[in-house]
């Protein structure tokens, strides 16, 4: 006697349970995802990978540049300096004069370029920088958010389980069986309210007979269509 009802009522806890199941799958899958954490971060690195060659090139061109400089002032002493008297040795230290300002001219357009270089790499590590901690800060709120619903989650599930438990207690193992059964056939749903005559299972009117057996409700009425229990709500 009433066990109709009190399939209906266990379908109910069983689908509460499916249904957070599914929540929890989907928390679970989403929590230690970090695609875009990574990929922003490796962003950020790049970006400062450059700057740093960049920097080690400026570096580097001020060093050539500087060197340049002294071989410059070296001979300019000699030159000037009114020692050297020997005229081929003198015009061979103005054409090695002239190559090294030539050179330390090249060397200058070229720090100036990678000086510009060096400054657009500053200002996207800033940015990338910026944008990272937008994405981390997000990316840890997220997270947190996720295990708080997954501590939500499994806590009511826990209760249901046990709340399921109880109520499976009471109804006769045969019937359960049967349950089971439909249940696993009928995508998870066994048991059918009668609304107007009609099996909400599968929309089908019933049959006087089997609206009178639910009615009844000494034995198990199942709808000759879909084959679940009835349940007169
Ligand atoms: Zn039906």
Redesign the pocket.
Known sequence: MGTAKELYELQEVDLDIEQRNQALEQVKSQLGKDEELVASRTALEAAKKRLTELEHQQKIGEWEISDLGAKIDTIEKKLYGGSMKNPRELMGFEQDLKLLKTQRSEREDKLLTVMMDVEDAQQDVRQKRGEFSVVERGWQENQQKLSTEKGRLEAELAALEQKRKAMAGQINSATLKLYEEIRLARQGRAV?KVVQGR??????S?SIADQQRARMGNELAR?S????I?YLG
């Open positions: 059918s099996c909400q299972g599968c929309r089908i019933l709808c269509n879909c084959g679940r009835l």
